[in-house]
Antibody, heavy 123, light 108 residues
Framework: QLQLQESGPGLVKPSETLSLSCSVS??????????WVWIRQPPGKGLAWIGN???????FDNPSFNSRVSISVDTSKNQFSLKLRSVTATDTAIYYC???????????????WGPGALVIVSS | EIVLTQSPGTLSLSPGEGATLSCRAS???????LAWYQQKPGQSPKLLIH???SRATGIPDRFSGSGSGTDFTLTISRLEPEDFAVYYC?????????FGQGTKLEIK
């Protein structure tokens, strides 16, 4: 049974960099059938796709985040990571990591999610 | 970016009744790359439907999805108490992938 677990600081100061990791157990980040995805949800609001990484390091990040996003994968640790630069209060959210199922033509839906990590941006 | 609009915003029903949730896209995103998720308070979303109509593993057959193009529907027949939650649709046909704003299904 695949499990994902987010970890990282729960409080980040404005203008600094938010850093989170997602540990994967019961499966491998080297799977060619999956992408590894970050999503966020501001308190009481909806979901937003931040970006995703493939085992070979290929990355997509949502243009809505204005090039502030870096996503990477560490196959030796079986985990993947998110960095979001120059954060403001509007980046306060629950951050989820998830596994994306890759269809034959590359389209991705999310079949397993981590429990989420609340990150508050405040001085 | 494709905008998904879900309706209604809130749906008040009783256990045993049927529910119909709608998801409309601002433009066609190709084929049936539409998923539905269920989120309960304090929990992460759970995949219900992918490919517009394929149930995920372990999802009861009272959940069904339909639609194509820009109009999609999630139908829940015979509501159980555990079905009252927020439901999100998500398109994965056009990057960046986007979610609807959610429909809250509450007990009447």
């Amino acid at each position: 049974q695949l499990q994902l677990q987010e970890s990282g600081p729960g409080l980040v100061k404005p203008s600094e960099t938010l850093s989170l990791s997602c540990s994967v157990s019961g499966g491998s980040v080297t799977s060619s059938h999956h992408y590894w995805v970050w999503i966020r949800q501001p308190p009481g609001k909806g979901l937003a796709w931040i970006g995703n990484v493939y085992f070979n390091g290929g990355v997509f990040d949502n243009p809505s985040f204005n090039s502030r996003v870096s996503i990477s994968v560490d196959t030796s640790k079986n985990q993947f990571s998110l960095k979001l630069r120059s954060v403001t209060a509007t980046d306060t959210a629950i951050y989820y990591c998830a596994r994306g199922v890759r269809s034959y033509n590359g389209h991705v839906f999310l079949d397993q999610w981590g429990p989420g990590a609340l990150v508050i941006v405040s001085s | 970016e494709i905008v998904l609009t879900q309706s209604p915003g809130t749906l008040s029903l009783s256990p045993g009744e049927g529910a119909t949730l709608s998801c409309r896209a601002s433009q066609n995103f190709g084929d049936t790359y539409l998923a539905w998720y269920q989120q309960k308070p304090g929990q992460s979303p759970k995949l219900l439907i992918h490919g517009a109509s394929s149930r995920a593993t372990g999802i009861p057959d009272r959940f069904s999805g339909s639609g194509s193009g820009t109009d999609f529907t999630l139908t829940i027949s015979r509501l159980e108490p555990e079905d009252f939650a927020v439901y999100y649709c998500q398109q994965y046909g056009s990057s960046p992938y986007t979610f609807g704003q959610g429909t809250k299904l509450e007990i009447k």
